[in-house]
T-cell receptor
Framework: DTGVSQDPRHKITKRGQNVTFRCDPISEHNRLYWYRQTLGQGPEFLTY????????KSRLLSDRFSAERPKGSFSTLEIQRTEQGDSAMYLCASSLKGPNTEAFFGQGTRLTVV | AQTVTQSQPEMSVQEAETVTLSCTYDTSESDYYLFWYKQPPSRQMILVIR??????QNATENRFSVNFQKAAKSFSLKISDSQLGDAAMYFCAYRSTPGAGSYQLTFGKGTKLSVIP
């Protein structure tokens, strides 16, 4: 296992279409995070899972966004009815459980909505 | 809510010289964690260094060290003997302790560091 893997790396979609991204965390990590990063900004937190339970959601995660981690392993992030404002880099990170554990990031999925 | 401010959008440093990146934050919590992450052009974020607020001693990792001033809510990163591979975006980030119920990282807007040969 070489790290956090995200698929696809790039996605171009038309406005109004649905898109789904996948994240495979480091295998022994039970915590998984999604962040969104727009150009010139730092990453913004979207949501967090511990095993299969979604424990924290940001207000940025509108009703069009849904994330799952069905068996506590990989996670998916779906965006329905995409808008141009959804264009961003979507980053996934994972970590071990513990008070001071490092979050390891994937390379991200760059979404462009045209 | 916590905020993180990086006031230097861009910095440059001569190879082998020392550079300091600034970060300030705002919080009402007394215990927390602070991080510096590096994001090279390939976009994968890498942890550079971390600091636990209850530790007074400044963290050091090889050529990277921090100046943590808790009262001033300041957390600067010093890179010594700068190398070409240090060129990247650097993000300062804040995280509450687990007892606060949140594991999210709050990031600043970043500082783009260029290293001049």
């Amino acid at each position: 296992d070489t790290g956090v893997s995200q698929d696809p790396r790039h996605k171009i979609t038309k406005r109004g279409q649905n898109v789904t991204f996948r994240c495979d965390p480091i295998s022994e990590h039970n915590r998984l995070y999604w962040y969104r990063q727009t150009l010139g900004q730092g990453p913004e937190f979207l949501t967090y899972f511990q095993n299969e339970a979604q424990l924290e959601k940001s207000r940025l995660l509108s009703d069009r966004f849904s994330a799952e981690r069905p068996k506590g392993s990989f996670s998916t992030l779906e965006i329905q009815r995409t808008e141009q404002g959804d264009s961003a880099m979507y980053l996934c990170a994972s970590s071990l459980k513990g008070p001071n554990t490092e979050a390891f990031f994937g390379q991200g999925t760059r979404l462009t909505v045209v | 809510a916590q905020t993180v401010t990086q006031s230097q959008p861009e910095m440059s440093v001569q190879e082998a010289e020392t550079v300091t990146l600034s970060c300030t934050y705002d919080t009402s919590e007394s215990d927390y964690y602070l991080f510096w992450y590096k994001q090279p052009p390939s976009r994968q974020m890498i942890l550079v260094i971390r600091q636990e607020a209850y530790k007074q001693q400044n963290a050091t990792e090889n050529r990277f060290s921090v100046n943590f001033q808790k009262a001033a809510k300041s957390f600067s990163l010093k890179i010594s003997d700068s190398q070409l591979g240090d060129a990247a975006m650097y993000f300062c980030a804040y995280r509450s302790t687990p007892g606060a119920g949140s594991y999210q990282l709050t990031f600043g807007k970043g500082t783009k560091l260029s290293v001049i040969p």
